[in-house]
């Protein structure tokens, strides 16, 4: 199979070849791995009880899918990634705001799911055939894993979704048998070396949950589902048979492998650590379908976050090709993989990662998606593309190439989100508002929009400058 060449340009009709059920096919199988898995067991290393879990789980879970999915719909219109379609709002310079958190985002994930999968790796070859866990053998383990990810994302697409396919059933199949080997020692009560609420009451700790292990989930693809959808034509394939599609594939493919992490979690009475429990607690006959769901699965959804990765970076830097810049983005994880094994503790890490990216993330989700329904879902294709052609003008200009209203409404919904968060080790000022209750998402997303909202009630207009580099423009490409 041929390696992908498409960047961040616009997809000609006659490659948008995918479809719904592809959709859904690359959403179950990517998220079928331990890197989706151990968000499951945050709840239970908060100090909640497994249905307190579970329900945190599926809250946050089934409001971030109705409030991401929509999203999908935005690349089915302009054939490109969400961040070169959110131009439409912040200038065709000014999505590189949307490239940088897309880049965050996908960075952050694919460092985790290669630490966890590599963790659990390492544990499971140690009871089969007495590898050490040392410096060396987690170098090794990261490494492979970290070379086969860069595989599948620089082949790109075709062969993610094929790679999916694949792991939609196989996954499935290997944590039904983890189901039936973790059963024996399954049991519904807090975990005692937790230590109690970790944020000292019941509500507060719950909503810290819902948020850092249920919402997080969908969140972390609000750059991502353009990536997918594309490659899908609106002429064969409906808006709502799309939208359909993204809510099964997102509800499926996170609720499946986090409610197995949950219930893991509680099996192993996993409190302060994740991959050593959840190995000790395995029997034997389920270790090498551990170790197989280890490596292959944690490629499969590596693979899908570096291959946005590439594409956010190429989005910034235009001159450099996809299969280069996914290279890049590469090193800078695997980097991460080691400061996260070596550095951090494993739940403030994730739980400070996720709340922190979730913060930023969703003023600009909210903006793109105020003018998604504004512009009714019709875009200029080709005027979104002017920063990628290193040109200038078109209706997506503004000023200088920057929204200066939509980029200070991200702006603002962003502070305030940093300013309500709730860390292990940092409490935003704006928490006494809000009874110790993490709801920075919520505020974050609503100051945003809201701002977005009054700053565009009068429609922008093009500057003289703009309408005279677009007459340039044009000209060039009539002289051409």
Known sequence: MPIEQRGVDTIPEEERTSG????????LGSNLCLGVIIFGWLPASFGLGWWASVSAVVAGTVVGTVFTAPLALVSLRTATNLSTSSGAQFGVRGRLVGSVVGLLLALGYTALTVWIGGDVMVSVLGRLFGLRADGLSYAVVYALLAAATVAGAVYGYRVL???????????????????LAYAPRFGTSPLADAGGYLLGSFWPTWFLAAVAAG???????ITLLGDYTRYIS????????????????????????????TFTAYAARAAGDYAGPLVSASPAWYLLPLLLSASAGSVGNAGLMLYSMGLDLDAILPRASRARATCTVAVVATACVFAGHYAWNAQSAMTSFVLLLTAIGTPWAVITLIGFVRCRGVYDADALQVFNRRSRGGIYWYRAGWNPRATVSWAAGAAVGLLAVSLPSYEGPLLGLTGGVDCSFLLSGAV?????VLLTLTPERPTAAADQESAAAAGVGAER
């Open 20 to 27: 719904p059920r592809d959709l859904v096919s690359i959403l």
């Open 161 to 179: 979704l094929a790679m999916s396919r694949v792991l939609a059933v196989g996954m499935t199949a290997l944590l039904a048998l983890g189901v």
């Open 215 to 221: 919402l997080s989930g969908p969140i972390a693809f």
């Open 234 to 261: 609106p002429a064969r394939h409906s808006g709502r048979r799309v939208l359909h599609a993204t809510w099964l594939g997102l509800v499926l493919g996170l609720l499946v492998p986090q409610l197995f992490g």
């Open 448 to 452: 945003g929009g809201l701002v977005y």
